[in-house]
């Protein structure tokens, strides 16, 4: 069943359904191939505007996947199952000719530079889709549709995006009269006493105001553009039907050619949208003043329209954050040519192949073929190179700022030039006077190494020879209207595939000289599948030259990436072996990062003294993963998270007293066994995954105790180490909490015990060390993991601790009240429960942070949304906003089980299934797949409800509440 649905000119549309569901556009335009995207395109000859033509779009789906499970048509059917996502990309783009064919859903965009997640090969719609998709979900479920324009990059936070209400939203944005005057403008009236979140109802709604009327209004009312993004409920749904046409009773539309109406969303509908507006007398508007209208500000949102050919320069250059005034200058796949002209502004290439063209400046190239005869192309002068069916190309050119629209007697431009003495100069105007220039063939067809100088001289020169003329009149020409349905779709893709491979080819050949990775080729996992999937090739040739291109790479992180490259091409033990060096290389550069220094333990206890170290666990609410490596040393990380104890003690708790014995004892009060360590070889046993007691070995190796970590040359024994040291070491360990819990319990007693260490033999540690010290021992004991466990313990209580990009991470910590969370205020709504069920998380860690290696675009976009919503619950526990926390929570949940599917199971659902209507909220701890699981009822009323279901029918016998407290201390260390 389809969520994504997209328009897209008739022949593309028709080509793409025809393609595998895995083809790179099909994926681009429904990135999940579980749910692949519907197209379709407006009915030939028959022009249905933007209402019209989503009713055609949404009528037609249901006709392909509804029908049969919900006969009662499409509304009921839309008002169903999952929710649904409209993309308008099939207009005639005559402002933007150059991918008029294609539809600019599917417009290929360059290397965009390091602020967005890209991939190789990435087209418009790839980036607007999971953006758009996001702020469905958060819409809420009375939201049925989003409708969004496909020529827009609409940068913005769907988070910011609040429950929905009203049958009818738009989306707007504060920018100047003068640009709104451009655009659809919703105003609303001032002083309604609305956050700047909340939605506010529609005072009116005007296409293309002129800039003083908005300034006169500007008085008393606020000022929207409309950003092309519409959220319908489904009574506003039934009602778009209705006023297309729509009979419920025939289940087909009342119209002579059973075809909907034409309704035009902005023009049309728009101007009624206002609470004073008052609709027309006509029976189809039945019902529309009982349907809510209101606009949803964004205020932290950059909004891009992509509408001409001159807009597309400036528009990729603010989505990609050039400096003012730096060279607009854009090549996809183009490679050969991206040394024409390097300090020439305003140049786009696309899919160029063949020798350099000389360029002016201002230049939109399109589909050169390998064979052209080009040498130079003027100022403003823009070219699309087409292959037409059963014939070789077509050729286009055209003036950057020319419209396409009108006739030659209206004034009309070809070429830049007014058309009436274009087509004069060139013996064709008697003709074509009064016709749209949009439909006068005067384009020509030449075969694929007909593209000559000669052609493009006679289409610029003010006074063609008569040789151009008479060749130009005998060619076969078609027009710019026809171009789209003319266009040999498998052609026009084998050569843009083509292309890709020789950039590609250049990539590899840039790695094997020390070159990194750009921008829009850090998708590994994207690019490995094209060199499979669609360049056998350049899947030897990569592996050919993996040792220079290993050798190469001059940071460890770089060689580790590459490595996952290699294991995406490769199978069995090969890949394995990719996938252990890529991970050990990781570990590397993190213990070289770590600041590892050594030290020389001094004992600093009276012989009757006990160092007493205990640590409250942590609770994660939201950006667990972001403090994982890679991902934290390109991005920087956050998280928030609680310090608390459980039923009223900390429950990780650490004892060290020294023994007259020469040598290491470790207790685990918890599990009823011990160890003795009498040599360095056992204390080295941390290295084992099968050796006891791994993480109090570490700690001791990294606490001196071991010749690798001692700063001063030690003696060649551990007994003589100890003997100057006056006797040896018991430790106890105490972990109140089961394996797996899901609450940071390894990272966190690694701290315990490090600070008792710490304390017992003067190692002179702060806080920030400590920390550090622990992600050196998860190196060192291969678990990998983040930082915000032991951050979790280390600094008490409620927190957001972020850190910046880079090696070094060092944590910064912005406290939070602990209102939300005290009894008095409510927080008996919360709960904590043992599921009985537990899973290790290194699985799990070594998948994700094996994806960020890759690189993956939607793990990125995952990441980027899970360290959003930690910045955002960070806001509702400053505003003591209990239903925006609860959102957050539920989010992170959200977040978690689609970065990992085995962040949950049946059992668990089982579980928050049995907690009842109440529960409104609920995370599994940690890595999930287990553990704990912290809830949010209602209000303490539910929560009590939650307690006594699940404690009248518990789920296994292990399972059970555990009560817990905020940690207003932390890590805690005193000696008797």
């Not at 719609?125 to 819409?139: D, F, N, S, T, V």
């Not at 939203?169 to 451009?182: D, K, L, Q």
């Not at 990569?542 to 490769?570: K, P, Y």
């Not at 526990?877 to 199971?905: F, K, M, Y």
Request: charged share 20%; with cysteine; proline share 7%.
């Amino acid at each position: 069943m389809p969520e994504t649905l997209v328009t897209l000119p008739p022949a593309a549309a028709a080509w793409l359904a025809a393609q595998e569901p895995r083809h790179p556009w099909r994926q681009a335009l429904a990135p999940s191939i579980h749910s692949p995207a519907f197209f379709a395109a407006d009915p030939p000859g028959r022009r249905l505007g933007s209402g019209g033509g989503t009713v055609h779009l949404l009528w037609r789906a249901w006709l392909d996947f509804g029908q049969d499970a919900c006969p009662e048509g499409p509304v009921a059917w839309l008002g169903q199952g999952p929710q649904r996502l409209v993309l308008h990309a099939g207009g005639e783009s005559r402002r933007l000719p150059a991918y008029a064919a294609l539809g600019k859903a599917l417009l290929p965009l360059p290397n965009l530079g390091h602020d967005h997640p890209q991939t190789f090969g990435q087209v418009l719609a790839g980036h607007q889709i999971p953006r758009y998709q996001r702020a469905l979900e958060e819409a809420g479920p009375a939201c049925r549709l989003l409708l969004a324009s496909g020529d827009v990059w609409l940068d913005f936070n769907p988070q910011d995006i609040p429950p929905l209400t009203s049958d009818i939203t738009g989306i707007g944005m504060r920018v100047s009269p003068e640009t709104a005057a451009h655009f659809g403008v919703f105003f609303s009236s001032q002083g309604n006493g609305l956050t700047e979140r909340e939605p506010r109802p529609v005072a009116s709604f005007l296409q293309k105001p002129d800039p003083g009327e908005i300034h006169r209004r500007l008085r008393d009312q606020e000022c929207f553009v409309d950003t092309g993004l519409w959220f319908f409920s489904s009574s506003a749904l039934a009602f778009l039907f209705r006023l297309c046409g729509w009979d419920d009773a025939r289940r087909s539309f009342a119209t002579k050619d059973g075809l909907p109406r034409t309704l035009d969303l902005y023009s049309e509908l728009g101007p009624h949208l206002g609470q004073d507006a008052k609709p027309p007398s006509s029976r189809l508007f039945k019902g529309w003043t009982s349907l809510g209208r209101s606009v949803l500000p964004l205020h932290r949102a950059r909004f891009v329209h992509l509408g001409t050919s001159r807009q597309l320069f400036e528009a990729v250059g603010e989505i990609a954050r050039q400096a003012p005034g730096q060279a607009h200058r854009y090549f996809i796949h183009s490679e050969g040519h991206a040394s024409s002209g390097t300090e020439i502004p305003f140049v786009w290439l696309d899919s160029c192949a063949g020798r350099p063209v000389a360029l002016a400046g201002h230049n939109l190239v399109t589909g050169l073929p390998p064979d052209h005869q080009l040498h130079s192309l003027p100022r403003f002068l823009c070219l699309d190179t087409l292959p037409i069916k059963d014939a070789g190309h077509v050729i286009r050119a055209y003036h950057l700022d020319d419209t396409f629209r009108g006739s030659p007697r209206q004034g009309a431009l070809i070429c830049g030039q007014p058309a009436t003495r274009w087509l004069e100069a060139r013996k064709a105007l008697d003709s074509w006077q009064d016709d749209d220039v949009f439909t006068l063939p005067i384009y020509p067809l030449v075969p694929s190494d007909g593209l000559t100088q000669d052609w493009i001289d006679g289409f610029t020169a003010p006074s063609p020879s008569q040789a151009w003329i008479e060749r130009w009149l005998s060619a076969a020409r078609i027009s710019a209207a026809e171009i789209p349905s003319r266009v040999d779709f498998d052609r026009y893709y084998d050569h843009r595939q083509a292309c890709a491979s020789t950039y590609l080819r250049h990539i590899l050949d840039g790695l094997g000289h020390g070159r990194q990775l750009t921008p829009d080729t850090r998708d590994l996992d994207a690019l490995a599948r094209y060199c499979r999937d669609q360049a056998p090739g350049l899947k030897r040739l990569l592996l050919r030259r993996s040792s220079t291109i290993l050798t190469a790479a001059s940071q460890a992180q770089d060689r580790s990436r590459l490595l996952f490259l290699l294991s995406r091409v490769t199978s069995g033990r090969r890949q394995s072996t990719y996938i252990n060096h890529g991970f050990q290389t990781l570990r590397e550069a993190i213990l070289n990062g770590s600041g590892n220094d050594r030290v020389s333990p001094v004992l600093k206890l009276k012989a009757d003294q006990i160092v007493w170290a205990r640590s409250p666990v942590r609770l994660d609410l939201a950006g667990g993963w972001t403090d994982t490596p890679p991902y934290c040393f390109e991005h920087g990380g956050a998280v928030l998270n609680l310090a608390v104890n459980l039923n009223g003690q900390p429950p990780i708790q650490v004892f060290v007293r020294p023994v007259s014995t020469p040598c290491l004892r470790i207790r685990s009060i918890d599990l009823g066994s011990s160890e003795t360590i009498l040599d360095f070889q056992t204390l080295a046993g941390f290295r084992d995954p099968h050796s006891g007691f791994s993480l109090p070995k570490a700690a001791l190796a990294l606490a001196g105790f071991h010749p690798d970590f001692a700063r001063d040359r030690p003696p060649c024994t551990l007994r003589k180490l100890l003997q100057q040291l006056g006797g040896g070491l018991e430790l106890s360990l105490l972990c109140a909490v089961p394996k797996g819990s899901g609450l940071g319990t390894s990272s966190i007693l690694a701290a315990t015990l490090l600070a008792a260490l710490n304390r017992a033999c003067g190692l002179g540690w702060d806080t920030i060390a400590l920390y550090r010290k622990v992600l050196t021992m998860e190196q060192l004991l291969t678990t990998g993991g983040g930082w915000q466990d032991q951050a979790g313990a280390l600094f008490p209580g409620i927190k957001l601790i972020e850190t910046q990009p880079g090696l070094s991470q060092h944590p910064i910590v912005r406290y939070l009240p602990e209102t939300l969370f005290e009894p008095e205020a409510g927080g008996s709504r919360f709960l904590l429960y043992y599921t009985g069920i537990t899973r290790l998380a290194k699985g799990i860690l070594q998948q994700i942070v094996h994806d960020m290696f890759l690189g993956r675009c939607e793990t990125f976009r995952l990441l980027e949304d899970i360290r959003s919503n930690a910045h955002q619950i960070h806001r509702a526990i400053q505003l003591g906003d209990a239903g925006e926390l609860n959102r957050c929570i539920a989010r992170s949940w959200r977040c978690n089980r689609r970065l990992d599917a085995g962040t949950t199971s049946p059992r668990i659902e089982r579980m928050i299934t049995a907690c009842g209507p109440g529960l409104e909220a609920c995370k599994l701890l940690g890595a999930g797949g287990g553990g704990y699981l912290f809830m949010a009822a209602r209000d303490p009323a539910a929560a009590h409800a939650i307690r006594r279901r699940l404690e009248a029918d518990p789920p296994n016998p292990l399972a059970r509440f555990v009560d817990f407290s905020v940690s207003r201390t932390g890590l805690q260390v005193t000696v008797s």
